[in-house]
């Protein structure tokens, strides 16, 4: 009977022990579905965009590109929270970024040097999205010929800004002397120049070529001179940014590129959304949307790498320059686009 009772209590134990290792089994089990199910919870949500201020002055050219990168969410799109800030000049963008209010720029490459060549911040090209002039010079329908402009009125947004720079440079085209045969006076960026031009109070000024429609139609004006036909290599759009910045954001900064490569390869296979960036501009003639459209795509760069000879030429034409002799070689950092282009993705995107 003893060994019986001994034999159930065996029994009763082994069940206990069973039933218990079947508990814990099943706690175990419930317990990696939880950490499967928060992980897969904790992967739904996005992680923090970065965060990065960038700088931009001037309306059209570089704008179109900008609203193409908004429309396409590019920047989000490689978790990045840019946040475009408008300048009134190219000069008081420089000062901002010296400031450390921005941290980069992408447009106005002449005025974004002056930093470096003042002994003020070491800065960089890393991008040159446009390697020409790409404004018109127009003026008062009086003024038929270049020498009919001594002695007169043109218009810049401020005094050091890209503005300045290349129309003085335009003018030496033209075989005038800035400094001597003409007038500048700062009125601001495009639109408060062409309020000027049309209203008679300057003579001339540089027109960005979406708003160039906009002066002739008043019937005030005329074009004297398409800067893009000069011959020569001048670095008027790309992206700046301090060396401090480029150092301690690497990965940041390629991604803001990279996003860049992508806005250009959309603005010059996608006519559709380039178009509609330039009718949000206020372009709404179709015939002159499209002229624009053709211009602006034969214009930016598909592989925009900082060029020597363009960044010397914007270089050169800074009247703080003559006294530094700067070489473009100082100014440019090649090694982010150069990443970009190693990488396979620029001939991705065009299937090459």
């Keep these: 009977m003893r060994r019986a009772c001994d034999s159930t209590q065996t029994v009763r134990w082994r069940v206990s022990i069973s039933i218990g290792k079947g508990g814990l089994m099943k706690r175990r089990f419930a317990l990696c579905w939880e950490i499967i199910a928060l992980a897969l919870l904790l992967s739904a949500v996005p992680a923090k965009a970065e965060p990065l201020i960038s700088g931009y002055s001037g309306t059209g050219v570089s ?18 929270d840019v946040k475009p800030v408008y300048f009134n000049s190219g000069s008081t963008m420089a000062q901002a ?34 390697n020409r002039l790409e404004h018109f010079l127009i003026v008062r329908n009086h003024i038929r010929t270049a020498d009919d402009l001594k002695g007169k009125r043109i218009a810049i947004s ?4 890209a503005s300045d720079v290349t129309t003085r440079l335009a003018v030496r085209f033209l075989k005038l002397n ?4 003409l007038t500048f006076l700062q009125s601001g960026n495009t639109p408060t120049r062409i ?13 960005s070529p979406e708003q160039v429609y906009k002066v002739l139609a008043s019937k005030c004006c005329r074009v004297l001179a398409d800067l893009s036909e000069l011959p020569l290599d001048y670095a008027r759009f790309g992206i700046v940014a301090p060396l401090s910045v480029l150092r301690a954001q690497r990965e940041t900064m390629r991604k803001y590129l990279e996003s860049y490569v992508e806005g250009i390869y959309i603005l010059k296979t996608r006519p559709d959304v ?6 949000a501009e206020g372009v709404d003639d179709p015939q002159v ?5 053709k211009r602006l795509a034969g214009s930016f760069r598909e592989y925009p790498a900082p060029d020597l000879k363009g960044v010397q030429a914007a270089l050169d034409s800074l009247a703080i320059a003559k006294e530094r002799a700067p070489q473009a070689k100082d100014y440019i950092d090649m090694s982010l686009i150069e990443e970009i282009k190693k990488s396979g993705y620029i001939d991705r995107l065009y299937g090459k």
């Design 63 to 80: 704008g179109t590109l900008r609203r193409v990168m908004e429309k396409e969410r590019l920047w989000p799109k490689r978790g990045l």
């Design 97 to 130: 970024m010296v400031a450390g209010d921005i941290v980069a720029s992408d447009s106005d490459v002449p005025a974004q040097l002056s930093p470096k060549l003042a002994g003020l911040m070491d800065v960089r090209v890393i991008a040159v999205t446009i």
């Design 158 to 161: 401020r005094f050091g800004s």
């Design 178 to 181: 800035p400094d001597k045969d």
């Design 195 to 207: 309020s000027a031009l049309v209203a008679g109070h300057v003579d001339g000024a540089l027109v």
């Design 274 to 279: 380039a178009l509609a960036a330039l009718k």
């Design 289 to 293: 949307a499209k002229d624009v459209y």
